[in-house]
């Protein structure tokens, strides 16, 4: 559904758009140099207290389950593991490695502030070992055993676009967590990484992130019950030098972790009943898959099942992350601006792509699309309707609305930079670098353009019409 069809006059839209203007004047930037951000805007309380209706469920669990199941179906950016044939050709593999990533043609530099030279990226690209590819080859299952990072070619050198700006690694492409199932397409020609194909994105991964199983053993695994859901930011498995495949592993929001039936008083060397004894995953030394029990202490957060999708729970589950260090492709053990939207709506049982573009235009939700630079008027009285839990796209970013101040939108978002106008007109950058409350229509991208000329998408995740 095109976003002009509910547009309002474009005089009185862009009305409104400079009333919200002053709200976010220079005078009004507190020390922090975020404009009207107050201290009590940075507890989720705050936000809770001004919602309607906070803890009516949005969707019911039957019905999440089933918008799921339909985003998997038709949306082409998700890999239905289950639907893949047993044979895999080489043309299908070839496919996956060659749309994830070309030879980059611009210059790239490493954290010294090298340029990458030609014959280092001959060697990375040669890595990749494509003529190795079978005509076809059985299809290989295995889940990941600890949170591994996604990347671009098979190589952990970090490279940046110019020298200094040494967050964002442009090899970086996500991250895998623990019990994630995979498909094992292709391994380097150094036999150091593995091109997988998980169910939200195909990249290259280290190979010791990986175990080799069975179909029903990897695709099982997320169906066992009972489980817990990670609730918090994130969590750690108990210490043990008992085994230290799963001592302090990081499970992050959302993640699905079974319960193992071992009944054990005392598991990996302590009494287990201050803990949730888990089931993870673990790589054997041949590469191959087992399980192993591994504690999770009762207090950290986790529920036995995803938390009801309410405003409330959405806007206390995103101010968990707040202050988290912005991480490129989950760069640094933490999450960019998709990956902190979609682990919150995660922790809530719902399913989403995991880069901005692909959330965008998923066409499995509900969204308002806006074409063109000519279509700031619509932008603009859109921004008017959105409510808390709404998330709105411009290119390469997301932000999570949670609710409004003096009629101007705030939103919660996971941002690398973002620019605002000092009293004289100059224009300021906020160095974010972190999860961050902000009201949105003061954040601009140059001296021309603000984040609001820029909407491509807003998505909706609730019933249509909800107030």
Same mark, same amino acid.
């Given at each position: ?22 709200? &976010?004047?220079?005078?009004?930037? =507190?020390?922090?140099?975020?404009? +009207? !951000?107050? $201290? @009590?805007? %940075? ?88 003529? &190795?590819?079978?005509?076809?080859? =059985?299809?290989?299952?295995?889940? +990941? !055993?600890? $949170? @591994?990072? %996604? ?317």
């Amino acid at each position: 559904m095109r976003a002009t069809t509910h547009v309002r006059p474009a005089l009185f839209a862009l009305l409104l758009a400079f009333a919200w203007l002053p709200a &976010a004047s220079a005078a009004s930037t =507190p020390a922090s140099g975020v404009p +009207v !951000v107050e $201290r @009590a805007y %940075l507890t989720p309380g705050f936000w809770v207290a001004r919602l309607h209706h906070p803890d009516r469920v949005l969707f019911e669990a039957s019905e999440i389950a089933r918008r799921n199941a339909r985003m998997v179906r038709i949306d082409p950016s998700l890999h239905d593991l289950a639907a893949l044939p047993s044979q895999l050709s080489r043309s299908q593999v070839l496919e996956w490695i060659d749309a994830l990533a070309k030879r980059p043609k611009a210059i790239l530099f490493d954290v010294d502030g090298q340029a990458i030279q030609s014959a280092v990226l001959d060697r990375i690209i040669d890595n990749r070992d494509l003529e &190795a590819v079978p005509q076809t080859q =059985p299809t290989r299952y295995g889940l +990941v !055993v600890h $949170r @591994a990072a %996604l990347r671009s070619f098979p190589t952990d050198l970090r490279v940046f676009s110019s020298i200094g700006d040494t967050d964002i690694d442009r090899f970086q492409e996500s991250a895998l967590f623990p019990g994630t199932p995979v498909v094992i397409a292709h391994r380097s020609r150094d036999r150091h990484w593995l091109f997988v194909v998980s169910p939200r994105y195909a990249a290259w991964v280290a190979e010791d992130a990986i175990a080799e199983g069975t179909w029903p053993q990897v695709l099982g695994y997320a169906a066992k019950v009972p489980y817990r859901i990670v609730t918090d930011a994130t969590v750690r498995t108990v210490f043990t030098p008992e085994a230290a495949a799963v001592s302090q592993l990081q499970l992050d929001m959302g993640m699905r972790v079974p319960l193992a039936s071992t009944g054990a008083e005392v598991v990996n060397g302590q009494n287990a009943y201050t803990s949730w004894t888990v089931e993870l995953p673990t790589r054997g030394n041949d590469g191959t898959l087992g399980f192993v029990p591994a504690l999770i202490l009762r207090s950290a957060g986790t529920a036995a099942a995803p938390l009801p999708l309410t405003r409330a729970n959405v806007v206390r589950q995103a101010f968990k992350f707040l202050g988290e260090r912005y991480g490129w492709g989950h760069d640094y053990g933490t999450r960019d601006c998709s990956g902190f939207v979609s682990e919150v709506y995660r922790s809530m049982g719902v399913l989403l792509p995991r880069n901005t573009g692909d959330q965008a235009r998923s066409p499995a939700l509900d969204r308002l699309h806006f074409d063109g630079d000519g279509a700031t008027a619509a932008r603009i009285a859109a921004l008017e309707h959105v409510q808390p839990g709404d998330l709105v796209y411009l290119p390469g970013h997301v932000m999570l609305v949670i609710g409004r101040i003096n009629g101007a939108p705030y939103v919660i978002h996971d941002m690398h930079d973002g620019k605002v106008r000092d009293r004289d007109g100059t224009l300021r950058s906020l160095h974010l670098n972190a999860v961050a409350v902000t009201p949105l229509m003061p954040l601009r991208f140059d001296d021309g353009t603000r984040f609001a000329d820029r909407i491509t998408d807003i998505v909706r995740l609730r019933p249509t019409g909800t107030p």
